[in-house]
C-alpha cells in the first residue's frame, strides 16, 4: 500500500462572525458561590483551533483546596443524612438544567477542547442521561438481606456516604467526565471537592453557575489550578475520604501514591489502548465503517478509543484498503466550521507535539502511512487522521497510548497469537472483537484482559452497564450501580435478641 497524499485533508476554518460565548465566573467556587483564589494568580485558556488565549481562570493553591476541603466537611453530614428521594430531585434537577442550557454548555466545550459540534451534542445529552439515570439508581439500591446468621442475632446492612470525595477530572471530556463523577457521588449521599483540568475548566465552571442553588451550599465545591498542587492537596488531604481520578497512568500513579499516606480509597479510570481483533470470517466493510467512528471520535483523544488493529493476515490488505477508504471521507476542521465537521484539533500545543512526535518516530521507523501520518498547515493543533499500516509486533505506536486521530493495523496469523498480542500491553479498558463464529463471540472476550470487551461493535457505552479496566487502566467502576457501590460504605450492624 502506497502512502497517500496527505494534501486529501485540509482545516477547515470558520468564516464570518461566530457568536459570542457566555462564560463562566473565573473563580473557585466554594462553599456555594464563586469566590476567588488566594493567590490572585490566573491561568490561561486557549483556544485549540488558533492557539491564541481567550479566557483566563483562577490558579488554585493548597489553601483554596483547604476552603472548599472545609465546605465540604461542614455540608456533608446534612447532605447525607438526606433521604435517597431528597437526593434524586436534586439529580433530576440538574439533570433539567443541563439539558435547558445545552446549546451555552455545547458552544463552551467546542471552544475550549476544540470539538465537533456532535461530539459536544453528545456530551451534554450523555451528562443529562447520567445524572437522570443516578437519580433513579440512588433509590434502587440493595444488600444482603437482613436475617439471623447467627442463632439470635439478627445483622442488617447499612450503605452510607464515604464522606468527602475528591475528585480529578480529565481534559477530554470536561463536562462528562464530571457527570459521570459527581452523579454516583451526590446520590450516594457525599459531599465534592472537584479539579478540573487546568486546560478545560470552563464547562465545569459553568455547571457550577448554572446549577447554583440546587444543593445545600458547600455540598459541591470545584477549585481550579495545577495537577502537582490542586490535585496533590486533593490526594493527600486528611480530611478527604476518597479521591477519584480520571486521567493518565501517570497522574493516577501520582494520586494513589499520595492517597496512600492517609490511608484513603481510591477510584482510577485512566488509560487505555484498545485492541480490535479482526477475524478471517468477520464483515469487514462493517468493521471498518465502524471504526471511522470508534477509532477517531473526539479527534481519538479518547481512552477507549479503537486504535489498534490486529486483523488476520488473509483479510489484511482487503480491510485496510476499507479502513483507509473510510477514514479519507473525514471532515478535519474548526467546530464552528460547520456541524458536519468531524475531526477537530488536539487539545493544546503540547498534546500537539506529542502525538506529532510518535507519528515521526513512526515513519522514522520504517512504518507507512496508509493515510495522514503529519499535522496539519495552519494555525490550531491539527493532525491528519492517520491509519498506520506494516506495524511490527512490540511497535511504539502499537503499545503506548499516543491519544491522537491514529490507528495502527497489526496482522495475525492464528487465535493463540492474537490473544497473548492483544493482552500484551500495559493496559487493560477495552477491546474489540469482530467474528461472525457464534464460538468467537463467546470465547475471545473471556480470554481478553479488559474491563469491557464489545463483540462487532466498539466504543458503544450505557449507563446502565460499568465502565471501568484493569492493570494499568486503573480500578473502580464508573456509570451502573457499580460506581454508586464504589462511592458508599457498607455497614454491618447485628443485633443480639436471644437474651
Known amino acids: 500500500m502506497t502512502l497517500t497524499d496527505i494534501a486529501r485533508f485540509s482545516v477547515r476554518r470558520a468564516s464570518g462572525h461566530t457568536p459570542e460565548l457566555e462564560l463562566p465566573p473565573a473563580g473557585h467556587f466554594i462553599g456555594g458561590s464563586f469566590v476567588p483564589g488566594s493567590s490572585g494568580a490566573q491561568t490561561e485558556i486557549v483556544d485549540p483551533t488558533t492557539g491564541q488565549s481567550f479566557a483566563s481562570v483562577a490558579e488554585g493553591t493548597a489553601d483554596d483546596v483547604d476552603a472548599a476541603v472545609a465546605a465540604a466537611v461542614r455540608a456533608q453530614p446534612g447532605w447525607g443524612a438526606t433521604t435517597p428521594k431528597e437526593r434524586s430531585e436534586a439529580l433530576s434537577k440538574i439533570a433539567d438544567i443541563i439539558e435547558a442550557s445545552h446549546a451555552v454548555l455545547e458552544a463552551l466545550e467546542s471552544a475550549n477542547t476544540g470539538k ?33 446468621y447467627v442463632a439470635g442475632h439478627t445483622s442488617v446492612i447499612l450503605r452510607e456516604p464515604i464522606g468527602v470525595v475528591g475528585v480529578i477530572t480529565p481534559w477530554n471530556y470536561p463536562l462528562l467526565m464530571a457527570a459521570w463523577k459527581l452523579a454516583p457521588i451526590l446520590a450516594a449521599g457525599n459531599s465534592v471537592v472537584l479539579k478540573p483540568s487546568e486546560q478545560t475548566p470552563l464547562t465545569t465552571l459553568k455547571l457550577m453557575e448554572l446549577i447554583a442553588g440546587v444543593l445545600p451550599d458547600g455540598v459541591l465545591n470545584v477549585v481550579t489550578g495545577l495537577g502537582p498542587v490542586v490535585g496533590a492537596r486533593l490526594a493527600d488531604h486528611p480530611d478527604i475520604n476518597l479521591v477519584a481520578v480520571t486521567g493518565s497512568v501517570g497522574s493516577g500513579k501520582a494520586v494513589a501514591s499520595l492517597a496512600g499516606s492517609t490511608v484513603k480509597r481510591v477510584h482510577l479510570e485512566l488509560g487505555g489502548k484498545a485492541p480490535v481483533l479482526i477475524y478471517a470470517d468477520a464483515d469487514l466493510a462493517a468493521a471498518a465503517t465502524a471504526l471511522r467512528t470508534a477509532g477517531f471520535w473526539n479527534s481519538g483523544q479518547e481512552c477507549g478509543s479503537a486504535c489498534r488493529v490486529l486483523v488476520h493476515e488473509s483479510v489484511a490488505e482487503e480491510f485496510t484498503e476499507l479502513l483507509v477508504r473510510e477514514v479519507s471521507t473525514l471532515v478535519v476542521g474548526d467546530p464552528a466550521a460547520g456541524a458536519d465537521v468531524e475531526i477537530g484539533p488536539m487539545v493544546s500545543e503540547a498534546h500537539f507535539a506529542r502525538v506529532a512526535g510518535f507519528l515521526q518516530r513512526a515513519l522514522d521507523a520504517g512504518i507507512t502511512a496508509a493515510i495522514g501520518g503529519r499535522p496539519l498547515e495552519g494555525p490550531g493543533y491539527f493532525i491528519a487522521p492517520t491509519v498506520l499500516v506494516n506495524v511490527p509486533a512490540g511497535a511504539e505506536a502499537a503499545r503506548e497510548e499516543i491519544f491522537g486521530p491514529v490507528i495502527t493495523v497489526e496482522t495475525f496469523s492464528d487465535e493463540q497469537e492474537v490473544i497473548r498480542r492483544a493482552n500484551d500491553t500495559p493496559y487493560g479498558l477495552a477491546a474489540s472483537v469482530w467474528t461472525s463464529d457464534a464460538r468467537l463471540s463467546m470465547s475471545v472476550p473471556r480470554k481478553l484482559d479488559f474491563g469491557t470487551v464489545w463483540v462487532n461493535s466498539h466504543l458503544v457505552l450505557a449507563n446502565e452497564v460499568p465502565w471501568g479496566g484493569f492493570k494499568g487502566s486503573g480500578y473502580g467502576r464508573d456509570l451502573s450501580l457499580y460506581a454508586l457501590e464504589d462511592f458508599s460504605r457498607t455497614k454491618h450492624v447485628m443485633i443480639n435478641h436471644s437474651a
Open 116 to 148: 465537533p459540534q456532535s461530539v459536544s451534542e453528545d456530551d451534554v445529552s450523555s451528562a443529562v442521561d447520567t445524572f437522570r439515570f443516578m437519580a433513579g439508581a440512588g433509590r434502587a439500591l440493595s444488600s444482603l438481606a437482613a436475617g439471623d
